[in-house]
């Protein structure tokens, strides 16, 4: 029952909820179910960064399965949309940094990538796509000085491209279609091509030896089955929380700070909050281990807002916001029972 | 005369507390009471981009400063404690009075605030 009136209560939760089911159906090859249901979410939900995520994510996969073009400038589109109400979500940095290096746009992929570093500068693929940008910086013949507006910004970029819906995905070229061959797309790998006109998405053609970036764009971390039952396991233990005295939020994150579980009592930004708490707590991790001081363990952020309390739960990040003037003897207490229950 | 030196010291002090700093937000050490083998210009650099991360995300929520933030590790309790454009870190026994270090460090940042030195 609790889980039914979160729903109701939640849009945030609602289009969690979506985003999951979305993902599942994608799981069993129902891909025009899976973006036709995201597509209504957006509609009923346009403010929530997480469903833009999902259709990325989604239209990524199909990309990698099907390597054409449109599906991956459309997971653009949406990544950039998620930026825009989350500019700090460490998925949607990563995954539209991956998307503009394929494209040549390396300016933006590294304003992308260096927001990534500035919070956790040992971020592995973070540090990987960011040498990759490098490293094909390096192999690019020297060019003139291109002009300060010679990169189309962002939105002018992501603004052209196709909204893909369910209706679009229909037969698609096999794996081995040279990439180039989709529509407006041009082909890229010469690697001087950030320069390029008219804010078309330029990607590297197939195959390509001008970078060594892999095809694929990784979304990595959550897509197994064994994560995606624990992630269940954690969230079903939230229960530990009811009745709480103080309880403002309380937000479970997978290892790409995306929200498994959201309660959300104070109505805190279902945007911005999980960021927060998913940078701090990486930030946190690297910076308790590079100064000598051992693992972290837990963090308490205490803000005008409320105190969060930010903790590693095996295979997520838990966050739990308490009134300022909350029992913190007694949220602890809770905590260490969640955080020993899902151990056990 | 309260000084930046002295109230570290003073701070330092403290049961519980193994050492100080305050640094600028950009990673910037403007004084320090560190006993070896801590470093005290990676610990401002690395607590500066934890200050800077939890100030970013704040001022997009409408936030402008977070009172502390505290991480416990299995060896010692960091407390970032928000000054404005500076931050106060106070290094702490993990088995320390956790209220006792509180009321120290909160008086620490209050006679920081008081010098006036900080706003660099």
Not at chain 2, 10 to 35: Q, W
Not at chain 2, 49 to 57: E, K, M, Y
Not at chain 2, 88 to 108: H, K, P, S, T, Y
Request: charged letters at 20%.
């Amino acid at each position: 029952m609790a889980e039914k009136s979160d729903l109701k209560d939640s849009p945030a939760a609602m289009a969690l909820a979506y985003g999951s089911i979305a993902k599942s159906l994608h799981g069993v090859g129902e891909r025009a179910l899976a973006l036709d249901l995201l597509d209504r979410g957006i509609r009923k939900f346009p403010n929530v960064s997480g469903i833009y995520i999902a259709k990325g994510e989604i239209l990524v996969s199909v990309y990698n399965s099907d390597g054409k073009l449109d599906f991956l400038k459309a997971a653009l589109f949406s990544f950039e949309h998620a930026l825009k109400l989350d500019p700090q979500n460490y998925l949607a940095r990563l995954l539209a940094g991956q998307i503009y290096v394929k494209a040549g746009k390396t300016v933006r992929a590294k304003e992308l990538i260096a927001g990534i570093l500035e919070t956790n500068p040992e971020d592995q693929r973070a540090l990987s796509l960011m040498n990759a940008i490098k490293d094909r910086e390096l192999k690019t013949p020297a060019q003139a000085p291109a002009p300060p507006d010679a990169e189309p910004k962002a939105e002018a970029v992501v603004e052209e491209s196709p909204a893909i819906s369910a209706k679009d995905v229909g037969p698609v070229p096999s794996v081995d279609t040279p990439i180039m061959a989709s529509g407006e797309i041009k082909p890229g790998g010469g690697g001087e091509d950030d320069e390029d006109d008219e804010g078309e998405i330029v990607v590297a053609q197939a195959g390509s030896s001008a970078w060594s970036l892999d095809e694929k764009v990784v979304i990595g971390g959550h897509e197994d089955t064994e994560n995606e039952i624990a992630h269940e396991e954690l969230a079903a233990k939230l229960t530990l929380f009811s009745k709480l005295d103080g309880l403002m939020a309380i937000f479970l994150l997978d290892q790409n700070g995306q929200p498994i579980k959201m309660i959300n009592k104070a109505k805190l930004d279902v945007n911005i909050t999980p960021s927060l708490i998913f940078n701090l707590h990486n930030a946190s991790i690297n910076g308790i281990r590079r100064t000598g001081l051992g693992s972290f363990q837990r963090g308490v952020l205490v803000t005008p807002i409320g105190t969060f309390i930010i903790a590693n739960a095996f295979y997520a990040t838990l966050g739990v916001v308490v009134e300022n003037d909350a029992n913190m003897q007694a949220v602890e207490a809770r905590i260490q029972r969640y955080l020993g229950d899902i151990s056990s | 005369m309260i000084t930046l030196k002295s109230v570290l010291k003073s701070l330092c002090g403290s049961r519980g507390v193994l050492g100080a700093l305050v640094i600028t937000k950009d990673g910037m050490l403007i004084e320090s009471n560190l006993p070896p083998p801590h470093n005290a210009e990676t610990l401002a650099a690395f607590m500066s981009q934890i200050a800077v991360t939890i100030t970013n995300s704040l001022n997009m929520l409408g936030v402008k400063e977070f009172t502390r933030y505290v991480m416990q590790s299995g060896q010692s309790k960091v407390y970032i404690v928000d000054l404005g454009r500076s931050a106060l870190i106070a290094l702490a026994d993990v088995d320390a009075d956790a209220g006792e270090v509180n009321v120290a460090i909160f008086q620490a940042a209050n006679s920081i605030k008081k010098t006036g030195r900080i706003d660099v």
